[in-house]
């Protein structure tokens, strides 16, 4: 046993994950046939099976102008689930990997591995079009107003005036930049700064414009950060097994990255892709920043209706030997935890070795790899649990139609005289029926929503004050604030303002997870409105059903303006600090501790105040829309049963037919 699994054996840290590991891991046959099924096109197989037994029964019932509602319905659901995108979105700690494993996924060296992660875009992976052929991309340059923006935000996050500077000015700032004294947290905006001048002159021109370029060039502007700082997005037309059947795949900026501050773009993608990799590199410590993103993941990982989140250690071939690996994987394991990140799926790879294996068609180095074990995981995700949903969902529209037809034949088989009572009862049935789905839409508050956004928003003020020791200390630590002839003035506003960054993105972050808490609150209310009203008609209304409740499509809400704290000034924090050593050795930093502390709490509650009041507004909003929604849908509901009832009732209806029908639902 070498030193290292020794002192993480010693340490306790060799538990469960290691162990989860190795029963996870299929073996090599196995994993090999999962990473085949997945090249095969079988990855969302479920899916299309489920969208062609929905076109079959449309078929089957498009004779019935009845059920024209139904028939779209089930249309629509098919072509979506035929047609839909499944997105892997790729997230990772500084240099953990993400392009390799990217490549050890597409099978190709597709994406280049770039060596300032700094300043990484956005890079989507999309299916090769006719106007768009295999190897070619299209780059969405930012505009000139959000290069501005970043620039002057980098250069006042490393102590600059720069709110006001004109655009020459702004460069001649940046020129001037030199390295000392940046503080850690500052150091991406430095670089970042310094590649802007530098590529300034070429892509001036180019801002706001969507360029059609070719691989080689798509390759500089990810690799080449002078170029790539300009960049919003790119999307790579690439022809492989997984974009053949639907798979996108988006490697997103670290979390280190300076266009990470742009949280809102990573939340959206956390909250709609498929699917969430987070890739860490081999006995890599997490940085603050990747500790901030993984409290993201664990504060949302449980509003999913499924566990999408697949955590991978990448360059596990660097271990040793298997106990090494193992105590790795079991200190990975607590870190998550600690971030709230229960029970992560974990798989060992090495991105090198299984792109040599699929390049080689090795199947062997594949499974050895771990990429092996991952994808045959990953197909049992995509075809077991997502496609368990789409087969329960088809399989709800089927029975309801199975539904409506048998009794539809019930209702033919009597005699004259009883269906005609029938049908004078069916009219006055329906009309209660309508107006009962009218109330529906008459606008009312809901106390229950509006009582869990204020305690939501409540008990982030609570979080931010215990863990603002950790950002705290992070901002303010030795290694800035140095008595090596440094300007101590700016270090120690510099650390403030890195303090401040950390907490308005930990304020973003929160929001960010709490609208969506609130998203599934609502969604689930309203849920439940929409199926107790159903069930009320139904017992007026013999042999109603109601249609799948389809709930209100929530965009994530506008970000709050980000948090300062103006009451905050230099000459606050400078009367506090004598020395770096009085500072950190003796009561300095403890004292500057609690005034800042007293001197936030009134802007935070403030600004957490603003945020509620606009949130109030919008979620009832959003509730009055989701109760207009669910009462125009049942009333729909309503009108087509009434309507293939009367026509049942009507003594025209075909009884063999019915039964043929009835008999052929059955089989679909």
């Known amino acids: 046993m070498n030193e290292r699994s020794s002192w993480m054996k010693r340490a306790g840290l060799l538990t469960t994950a290691a162990a989860l590991a190795r029963s996870a891991a299929p073996a090599a046959p196995a994993a090999a046939a999962g990473a085949a099924a997945i090249a095969g096109g079988d990855a969302l197989a479920p899916q299309r099976r489920a969208a062609e037994r929905l076109r079959r029964a449309a078929d089957l019932l498009a004779p019935h102008e009845a059920l024209a509602s139904a028939i779209q319905a089930m249309r629509e659901k098919a072509e979506r689930l035929q047609r839909s995108r499944f997105t892997i979105a790729l997230f990772g700690a500084f240099s953990a990997g993400k392009s390799s494993l990217a490549n050890a996924l597409l099978g190709d060296s597709a994406l280049p591995v770039s060596p300032n992660p700094t300043t990484a875009a956005v890079n989507r992976i999309v299916p090769p079009t006719t106007e768009h052929p295999h190897g070619t991309a299209a780059v969405l340059m930012k505009s000139r107003a959000v290069l501005l923006d970043d620039l002057r935000y980098s250069l006042a996050l490393l102590g600059e005036e720069a709110e006001s500077l004109p655009e020459p000015a702004l460069l001649q700032a940046i020129h001037k930049l030199t390295p000392d004294g940046v503080h850690a947290g500052g150091r991406p905006h430095y670089s970042f700064l310094k590649a802007a001048a530098k590529g300034w002159q070429e892509h001036e ?102 566990d999408k989140m697949f955590f991978i250690v990448n360059a596990a071939d660097l271990a040793s030997d298997e106990e090494e690996r193992d105590g790795v994987l079991a200190h990975v394991e607590r870190n998550l935890q600690q971030h709230g990140i229960r029970f992560p799926r974990m798989f060992p790879v090495s991105s090198l070795q299984a792109l040599t294996g699929k390049q080689n068609h090795d199947e062997l180095l594949i499974a050895s790899s771990g990429v092996g074990a991952f994808e045959a995981a990953f197909l049992n995700f995509t075809q077991n649990d997502l496609g368990a949903l789409a087969i329960a969902s088809a399989e709800q529209e089927l029975e309801r139609a199975r539904n409506t037809i048998t009794d539809w034949v019930e209702t033919a088989s009597g005699d004259a005289a009883t269906r005609e009572a029938a049908s004078r009862q069916l009219i006055a049935q329906g009309e209660a029926a309508q107006q009962l789905a009218a109330q529906l839409a008459q606008p009312q508050p809901n106390p229950q929503l509006e009582q869990e956004l204020k305690e939501l928003l409540y008990y982030v003020i609570q979080r931010l004050q215990l863990r603002f020791g950790d950002h705290y200390n992070f901002a303010f630590n030795p290694s800035v604030l140095q008595d090596d002839g440094r300007d101590l003035r700016k270090a120690l506003w510099t650390a403030w303002l890195e303090l401040q960054r950390l907490l308005q993105i930990e304020l973003a972050q929160e929001l960010q997870a709490t609208s969506l808490r609130l998203d599934n609150i609502l969604i689930k209310l309203a849920g439940k409105k929409f199926k107790e009203t159903s069930e009320e008609i139904a017992q007026s209304l013999p042999g109603f059903s109601h249609s799948e409740y389809i709930p209100l499509e929530l965009s994530t809400p506008e970000e709050q303006p980000a948090f300062q704290a103006a009451g905050v000034e230099a000459k606050l924090l400078w009367s506090r600090f004598k020395s770096p050593r009085h500072f950190f050795e003796g009561e300095g930093k403890a004292a500057l501790r609690v005034v800042l502390e007293a001197e936030l709490a009134e802007p935070l509650q403030s600004w957490i105040d603003q945020a509620e009041s606009v949130w109030t507004e919008r979620y009832l909003e959003l509730w009055h829309l989701a109760m207009s929604s669910c009462a125009e849908a049942i009333k729909r509901d309503v009108a087509a049963f009434i309507q293939g009832k009367q026509a049942s009732l009507s003594g025209q209806a075909n009884l063999v037919e019915l039964r043929q029908l009835q008999e052929a639902l059955s089989a679909v």
């Open 205 to 306: 021109a180019l801002l706001g414009q969507q360029l059609a370029v070719d691989g080689e060039t798509y390759r500089r502007y990810v690799a080449e950060e002078w170029r790539s700082c300009f960049v919003n997005e790119i999307e790579l037309h690439h022809d492989n097994p997984l974009t053949a059947q639907g798979i996108v795949l988006v490697d997103t900026p670290g979390a280190d990255s300076v266009n990470a501050r742009h949280t809102g773009v990573a939340f959206n993608y956390i909250k709609n892709a498929d699917a969430i990799l987070f890739v860490t590199y081999y006995n890599h410590a997490f940085s603050q920043a990747d500790r901030q993103f993984l409290l993201q993941l664990g504060r949302v990982k449980d509003q999913f209706e499924l």
